[in-house]
């Protein structure tokens, strides 16, 4: 890369990564703003004022905004046009303790860390002087600073530039992805106004080492998904001094996790490539006050990686594992109770529980029958009671729905109902069977081949990390979509995705990141001189290579 591009991104990066951004407040527009107003200041963008916007995000509170900036090249007449992203927002700064004021301010924090204790391979990194510390810098100023610069240095030779560009450096990507998600609404539109023949959506987020001592550089060509299969779980309430008068949820939910957290078989393989295991993020009882009666509902969800599977495959496959969980809860309870009664001089009877799963289309349709059209006015009325309280976030929203539609059913057996809690991030798979998926893996490989450094650089087919890159695509399969919509309760009340906006882009996505290391911890760094000086030309040499 020219020295003199690879210290503009430098730069850029300790600048934006000084501005506190942390996602969910205010503070991202800041970031937001520094990135319009540095646009306004490029010799292309005070020409052409009118391919410069703010984005807001739609229904947000805080009022956040995302960047969209145009170039339009003067060589010829294409419609062929590159989509680049970058997300401005970072984590919190939390984590960095009583040095946390120098969080963002890299040039000063290396200093303060050596005042605090380090992991080894963190110290050896900050004392090697090859890695840049600090919040944001990684994850992902950098990348937001490499794609900036790369359009300042395009849009400065216009006349020889054949194509177009549109970038969009969104906010609350580490959220729920709001900027990304309004930025899409916007591409769909700005595709059939200027008649832009979309190629494939270039996003600049970080790339890290995959397993210990890894030193391979990575490019993705695609991304992994995200599901959260969740489950609601009725057991039969008890006294605690006669425990086998009732079956505990907090039992089947634990057989659930057995089952489920950390097992290989519901990992996701494509082309070699496999998801990380399932691992839970909630698990609690629903039991409001101490007595010692035992709970009677549980809930718990997990976070799914997906490369090929879509919602309604998902779904029965975790039917199962809890069918197999539930059944193996009775199993034992009838062996430990046979066992009690033995000691005790007890007769033995076989306990009366049954495994029962289903799913929450299924229990809708078990309620509907019973009570009609009344329950959709219910459910209605609790969804608008529920929108109004800001303190329910999208996750106890649909369990919310889950439990007042199953506490208007008449059966109240022990049962496990299986949903989909917010939020959704279809994968991406770039198989090459398209003439322009085709064309984006030949542009990453001719960039790779072109590369001339010392760096191991490889091409993956799926970026490991959940990110907006999912949204520039949907699964097109009506039984993937229904399945979703019709096992997310709330979906497109509190929880919307515009499904056929992206189904609309339906594009191929790369990923070509800085790289570096600890991303979300308080030793993130990036390695200088692939992040400035290899990472950039790859972009560059990638949407080179896709619009010629």
Not at 31 to 57: A, C, D, G, Q, S
Not at 65 to 94: F, Q, R
Not at 396 to 405: G, H, P, S, T
Request: hydrophobic share 35%; aromatic share 10%; with cysteine.
């Amino acid at each position: 890369m020219d020295k003199d591009l690879s210290k503009k991104i430098r730069d850029l990066t300790i600048e934006l990564a000084q501005i506190k951004s942390v996602v969910g407040t205010k503070e991202e527009n800041n970031v937001v703003e520094r990135i319009y107003e540095k646009f306004t200041k490029m010799e292309y963008f005070k020409n052409n004022p009118e391919l410069l916007r703010y984005v807001p995000v739609k229904d947000d509170p805080l009022e956040r905004k995302s960047v969209m900036a145009i170039v339009k090249g003067e060589k010829g007449n294409s419609k062929k046009t590159v989509i680049l992203i970058g997300h401005t927002d970072t984590v919190g700064i939390s984590d960095y303790g009583i040095i946390q004021d120098y969080a963002t301010k890299p040039l000063e924090l290396a200093d303060k860390l050596k005042e605090v204790s380090l992991p080894k391979e963190a110290l050896e990194d900050l004392e090697s002087g090859e890695y840049l510390f600090g919040r944001g810098v990684f994850d992902m100023k950098c990348g937001v600073a490499t794609l900036m610069t790369l359009i300042e240095s395009i849009s400065n030779d216009i006349e020889e530039f054949e194509g177009n560009i549109v970038f969009a450096a969104v906010c609350d990507e580490e959220g729920n992805s709001g900027g990304m998600l309004s930025v899409v609404s916007e591409l769909v539109e700005l595709k059939e106004k200027e008649g832009f023949e979309y190629l494939a959506v270039i996003d600049t987020d970080y790339s890290a080492p995959r397993y210990e001592g890894d030193n391979t550089r990575y490019v993705y060509v695609g991304t992994v998904g995200k599901l959260m299969p969740s489950f609601y779980i009725v057991g039969s309430e008890a006294h605690g001094g006669d425990p086998f008068k009732g079956l505990d949820p907090n039992h089947i939910s634990s057989a659930i996790v057995e089952e489920i957290d950390f097992n290989t078989k519901y990992c996701d393989e494509a082309e070699g490539e496999v998801t990380v295991p399932p691992i839970s993020l909630r698990q609690q009882d629903l039991k409001v006050e101490y007595s010692v009666q035992t709970a009677k509902t549980s809930y718990l969800y997990f976070n799914f990686g997906t490369h090929r599977s879509t919602p309604d495959q998902i779904l029965d496959k975790v039917i199962a594992g809890a069918e197999l969980a539930f059944q193996k809860v009775i199993d034992s309870l009838n062996i430990e109770y046979k066992k009690y009664c033995e000691a005790n001089g007890f007769p033995y009877e076989k306990l009366p529980w049954e495994a029962r799963v289903m799913s929450y289309e299924e229990l809708y349709n078990k309620v509907r029958e019973e009570k009609g059209r009344e329950v959709d006015k219910v459910m209605e009325e609790l969804a608008k009671k529920l929108l109004d309280d800001q303190n329910i976030d999208e996750r106890l929203f649909a369990l919310k729905m889950v439990e007042n539609l199953h506490n208007m059913w008449s059966d109240k057996n022990p049962v496990v109902i299986v949903y989909y809690s917010p939020p959704y991030y279809p994968h991406i798979y770039v198989k090459g069977e398209s003439p322009l998926e085709k064309r984006v893996l030949d542009a990453v490989n001719e960039a790779i081949e072109k590369m001339d450094s010392d760096y191991d650089i490889e091409m993956k087919k799926f970026y490991p990390y959940i990110s907006d890159l999912s949204y520039a695509a949907a699964p097109r399969e009506k039984n993937a979509v229904d399945s979703l919509k019709n096992n997310m309760p709330g979906f497109g009340i509190k929880y919307s995705l515009p499904i056929d906006e992206m189904q609309k882009l339906n594009l191929p996505v790369v990923n070509i990141g800085p790289f570096g290391k600890d991303a979300h911890k308080f030793t993130e760094r990036l390695e200088k001189d692939y992040s400035f000086n290899i990472a950039p030309k790859l972009v560059y040499e990638t949407i080179m290579n896709l619009l010629k």
